[in-house]
């Protein structure tokens, strides 16, 4: 069982930043971030394993680190240039696979809200 803790979600402008963190009360070989937008079903934002994979909507403007210390396994998501489609709640996941689909992630969080607006 692997809990995960996200923070880091504000309401910003258009064009904004931010950068979402997670904490994993264990070790688990993938994680990702997925969101859901009001009345959206989950979809994928990034994940991260040996390398990172990004969803076509937000490459070049998110970035997904991992830092995987003795004690610490944590994720973050910097979000750059950030546009009202990037709203939603960002859950963090985790498992022993990376896949692209909701249904097949092991663990989530309760999510953090971003909000992006003029």
């Known amino acids: 069982q692997v809990e995960l803790q996200e923070s880091g979600g504000a309401s910003v402008q258009i064009g904004g930043s931010l950068r979402l963190s997670c904490t994993a009360s264990?070790?688990?070989?993938?994680m990702g971030w997925f969101r859901q937008g009001p009345g959206s079903e989950r979809t994928f934002v990034a994940r991260?394993?040996?390398?990172?994979?990004?969803a076509d909507s937000v490459n070049g403007r998110f970035t997904i680190t991992r830092d995987k210390g003795q004690n610490t396994n944590r994720l973050y998501l910097q979000m750059n240039n950030l546009k009202p489609e990037d709203t939603g709640v960002y859950y963090c996941?985790?498992?022993?696979?990376?896949?692209?689909?909701?249904?097949?992630?092991?663990?989530w969080g309760q999510g953090t809200q971003v909000t992006v607006s003029s």
């Open positions: 996941v985790a498992g022993p696979s990376c896949y692209d689909a909701a249904r097949f992630w092991s663990f």
């Open positions: 991260f394993a040996e390398i990172p994979v990004y």
């Open positions: 264990g070790y688990a070989y993938c």
